[in-house]
C-alpha cells in the first residue's frame, strides 16, 4: 500500500497539561532554589559587615584603654561597669532599650575629629534596632547604633574586664533575629 496516507496521532489534552504541569513544578522549584540562594548570600554580607562592626568595636575599646590619658577607660570602669550581661543565645526578639538601659549598655563613636573616640551610653536617641543589619551610623554630629551594643563586664582575677560586643537584626528570609556576638579580655594593668 503505496498510496496511502497513515493518520498521525497527536498529542491528547491531557498529555499537554501534563507535560505544561510538570514543566511549571521544575520552573517554580528553580526559583524558589535561586531565592534561597540570594537570601544565603545576603546573609552573608550581612555577618560579614557586623563582623565588621564587631571588630571596630574592640579595637576602639582596646584604644581606649591603652591612651596615655586613661580618663574615658576610667570612667567606663566607674560608670558603665554591667554586673550582669544581656542573655544572647536562642532568643525569639532582639533586647528591648530599656533591658540594654538597665544593664549598662553602650557603643564606642567617633565625636567630632576624625581622631576623637568616646563612649555613648544606649538611649532612645542613641539606640534602635537594626534595620538591615546591626551598625553603629557615624555620619551624623550624634552618633547611633542600630542593633549593636557592648556591655563591659568585671572578669575573674585582678584587672581582668570583659567586653561583651553583640549584634541582633533581623535578617532577610528569616523568622527569628540573627545574632552575633564576642567577648574579649583586656586586663588593667596600670
Same mark, same amino acid.
Given at each position: 500500500?503505496?498510496? /496511502?496516507?497513515?493518520?498521525?496521532?497527536? &498529542?491528547?489534552?491531557?498529555?499537554?497539561?501534563?507535560?505544561?504541569?510538570?514543566?511549571?513544578?521544575?520552573?517554580?522549584?528553580?526559583?524558589?532554589?535561586?531565592?534561597?540562594?540570594?537570601?544565603?548570600?545576603?546573609?552573608?554580607?550581612?555577618?560579614?559587615? !557586623?563582623?565588621?562592626?564587631?571588630?571596630?568595636?574592640?579595637?576602639?575599646?582596646?584604644?581606649?584603654?591603652?591612651?596615655?590619658?586613661?580618663?574615658?577607660?576610667?570612667?567606663?570602669?566607674?560608670?558603665?561597669?554591667?554586673?550582669?550581661?544581656?542573655?544572647?543565645? &536562642?532568643?525569639?526578639?532582639?533586647?528591648?532599650?530599656?533591658?540594654?538601659?538597665?544593664?549598662?549598655?553602650?557603643?564606642?563613636?567617633?565625636?567630632?575629629?576624625?581622631?576623637?573616640?568616646?563612649?555613648?551610653?544606649?538611649?532612645?536617641?542613641?539606640? /534602635? &534596632?537594626?534595620?538591615?543589619? /546591626?551598625?553603629?551610623?557615624?555620619?551624623?554630629?550624634?552618633?547611633?547604633?542600630?542593633?549593636?551594643?557592648?556591655?563591659?563586664?568585671?572578669?575573674?582575677?585582678?584587672?581582668?574586664? &570583659? !567586653?561583651?560586643?553583640?549584634?541582633?537584626?533581623?535578617?532577610?528570609?528569616?523568622?527569628?533575629?540573627?545574632?552575633?556576638?564576642? !567577648?574579649?579580655?583586656?586586663?588593667?594593668?596600670?
Amino acid at each position: 500500500m503505496l498510496g /496511502s496516507t497513515r493518520h498521525q496521532r497527536g &498529542d491528547t489534552i491531557i498529555e499537554v497539561m501534563f507535560a505544561f504541569v510538570i514543566f511549571s513544578l521544575i520552573v517554580v522549584e528553580a526559583v524558589m532554589l535561586m531565592n534561597k540562594g540570594i537570601a544565603l548570600a545576603q546573609q552573608s554580607l550581612e555577618i560579614t559587615q !557586623v563582623r565588621s562592626q564587631i571588630d571596630a568595636q574592640i579595637t576602639m575599646m582596646k584604644y581606649l584603654q591603652q591612651q596615655t590619658d586613661d580618663t574615658i577607660w576610667r570612667n567606663l570602669l566607674v560608670d558603665q561597669l554591667s554586673t550582669n550581661v544581656s542573655q544572647f543565645g &536562642d532568643m525569639a526578639t532582639c533586647p528591648a532599650l530599656a533591658d540594654l538601659q538597665a544593664k549598662k549598655a553602650f557603643f564606642i563613636a567617633r565625636k567630632g575629629l576624625p581622631s576623637s573616640i568616646g563612649v555613648t551610653p544606649i538611649g532612645p536617641a542613641t539606640y /534602635s &534596632d537594626a534595620i538591615t543589619y /546591626s551598625a553603629v551610623d557615624q555620619s551624623t554630629a550624634s552618633p547611633k547604633a542600630y542593633g549593636l551594643w557592648v556591655q563591659l563586664v568585671k572578669a575573674e582575677g585582678n584587672g581582668a574586664y &570583659d !567586653v561583651h560586643v553583640r549584634a541582633c537584626w533581623g535578617s532577610v528570609g528569616t523568622t527569628r533575629p540573627m545574632l552575633i556576638g564576642t !567577648v574579649a579580655r583586656l586586663y588593667d594593668l596600670r
